[in-house]
């Protein structure tokens, strides 16, 4: 069974510009989770899709938003760049979303904001 | 404001010996608790997980131990192995008010082990 894809891997863009990224959960999970990876603070948490529907969100700004289309595929926006939204984006999916069905990760995309 | 807290950012331990990886959490609502390991350049993989109703679970050479009243979790991995070397992720849960859950992770503590 195919693993979490995520794409781009890297991305480099610049103070002020809008990114899409995008996950591609397992075959038949219905929940993708979004984390933001820094260092010195770990993953935080962005949102959880289920069915279309975001169920959960973290402390994040309005720039970020996500969606979730019906085979479950994901994307997260992130709109008017600044130079700390540069992170490790990684999303996660699972069977639907309690974390005692493990969850499993992407490779994640590695956004650059020059 | 960190709930989950693993207060040492690096961790070097010789191969054979035992590590143990600690964690803190503030937040007394969490009810499940877990390990990700995470090696370059890949996603944090799930390692071993405890619930709130107990104080031990073992996999292996991996044992994670909570400590509800100190709000305190430590993973112990006995022996240790060149290939344990990665970032560990402690994370925690509880239930919301939709009866699903989000995953709050610590900071991360890079293991490495010396042959």
């Known amino acids: 069974k195919a693993g979490v894809t995520q794409t781009p891997r890297y991305l480099i863009k610049t103070r002020g510009q809008q990114v899409t990224l995008s996950c591609s959960p397992i075959?038949?999970?219905?929940?993708v989770s979004w984390y933001q990876q820094t260092p010195g603070q770990g993953l935080q948490f962005l949102f959880e899709y289920f069915s279309e529907t975001q169920r959960n969100k973290g402390n994040f700004p309005g720039r970020f938003s996500g969606r979730q289309f019906s085979n479950s595929r994901s994307e997260m926006n992130v709109s008017t760049l600044e130079l700390g939204d540069s992170a490790l984006y990684l999303c996660?999916?699972?069977?639907?979303?309690?974390?005692?069905?493990?969850?499993?990760f992407g490779p994640g995309t590695r956004l650059t904001v020059l | 404001d960190q709930q989950v807290k693993q207060n040492s950012p690096s961790l070097s331990v010789q191969e054979g010996r035992i590590s143990i990886l600690n964690c803190d959490y503030t937040?007394?609502?969490?009810?499940?608790f877990l390990w990700y390991k995470k090696y370059p350049a890949e996603g944090p993989t799930f390692l071993i997980s405890i619930s709130s109703i107990k104080d031990k679970n073992e996999d292996g050479r991996f044992t994670v131990f909570l400590n509800k009243s100190a709000k305190h979790l430590s993973l112990h991995i006995v022996p240790s192995q060149p290939g344990d070397s990665a970032v560990y992720f402690c994370?925690?849960?509880?239930?919301?008010?939709?009866?699903?859950?989000?995953?709050?992770f610590g900071t991360g503590t890079r293991l490495t082990i010396i042959p």
């Open positions: 994370a925690a849960s509880a239930e919301s008010n939709f009866g699903n859950e989000k995953l709050t």
């Open positions: 937040n007394s609502m969490f009810d499940y």
């Open positions: 996660a999916s699972s069977w639907n979303g309690n974390p005692y069905n493990e969850q499993f």
């Open positions: 075959s038949g999970h219905r929940s």
